[in-house]
């Protein structure tokens, strides 16, 4: 007497029930695994404090704000990611964003003989910075000098490029209406629904592309009410931050920038063969060049993503600012993007993360920002406790990788 296949007959497989996976993650929670559930948590346990404190925090008007405050670090950290990723730092990146907003400054001076205008004068500043990002990793690479050495020199070196270029002007108004617009431009409501709509779509149709190929190619798909649960939870989640954003000034074009960054480099790094070179380098570069590996060119292409995604977040701040200055990559940029990349929980110890991690750690360290800025508290109060929720972020990650060592993960 035969069994009948469950598959065949429509029914779940016992390993893919509901039961069964929550099983596996509990298993995976007590030997360590403990994923976003500690930022999740977090998040809650922040906004309802500041909520309790502040009433204002979750209005419409302090919600834009916060998108569009968030999205400068959120970029940057998109770089950082991958840079963590491979068991590398890059302390450069606060004043190569600079240099972007520098460059895209000057050449839209007017009346000067070099200028150019909006979209154009922002491609050629992240170029730049990616080139810059790529001939720092040349030295790593190369030469096998230490990253932190390598960007710690490019950390000096731009900041003086920067006091150089802007030199006794001390300020560089932007006037270009189109690089403003990036970090200040507001969607009209309907716009606003249509972009919720159209990637509402987006995620619903690549999620059964998804499952489409792996049945295809005999591969055990995720539960299927799980998967209708995570379609209902992203359609509610921009749906509602849409209609909340309406009651203000609209949604913010700068955060949508920052969404479309991190569906494309989420593709580059779970779904391509380059973004699978990046995690075998960060595990182990011996064996990944033993398994054949270009690992000089993976470094390179990593320190170019961070330069660009350095570039691309200086052109959003210069852009929210109107202007450059003095002081452009300046400040506690350097330290918030790292932070928003360990506190997302990528590992400093490469091999471990993921780019929606630049994400979740901007919303920590933001809300946090926020909210102590609306409580009128010091900047005292801010660094101390952004620096004690980086330390608790790192230490959870030392925990937890020695606990999935020990279980064999």
Known sequence: MTTADPQAIGAVPPSNSLGAIVRRRLEALKAGDVGTL?????LV???AFFYWKNENYLSAGNFTNLMTQMAGVTTIAIGVVFVLLLGEI???ISYVSGVAGVIAAQLQIPDESWQVKGVLAIAIAVTVTALIGGVQGGFVAFVGIPSFVVTLA???FWQGVILYVIGGAGVIVIEDSTINNVAN?????????????GASALFAASTLAGLISRRRHGIQTDNLVVVAAKLALFVVVIFGAVLWANRERGFPLAFLLVIVFLVFWTWVAERTTFGRHVYAVGGNAEAARRAGINVPRVRV???????LMAGLGGVIFAARLNSVDLNAGGGT???DAISAAVIGGTSLFGGRGRVISALMGALVISTVANGIDLLGYSSAIKYMVTGLILLAAVTLDALSRRRLERSGR
């Not at 431009?185 to 709509?197: E, N, V």
């Open 45 to 47: 346990a922040i906004v």
């Open 38 to 42: 500690p930022i999740i948590l977090g």
């Open 154 to 156: 490019g950390l000096l």
């Open 90 to 92: 890059d302390l450069s």
């Open 301 to 307: 292409i990593v320190f170019m993503i961070s330069g």
């Open 185 to 197: 431009y507001f969607f009209s409501d309907t716009a606003g629904y249509l972009i919720a709509a």
């Open 333 to 335: 940029l350097l330290l």
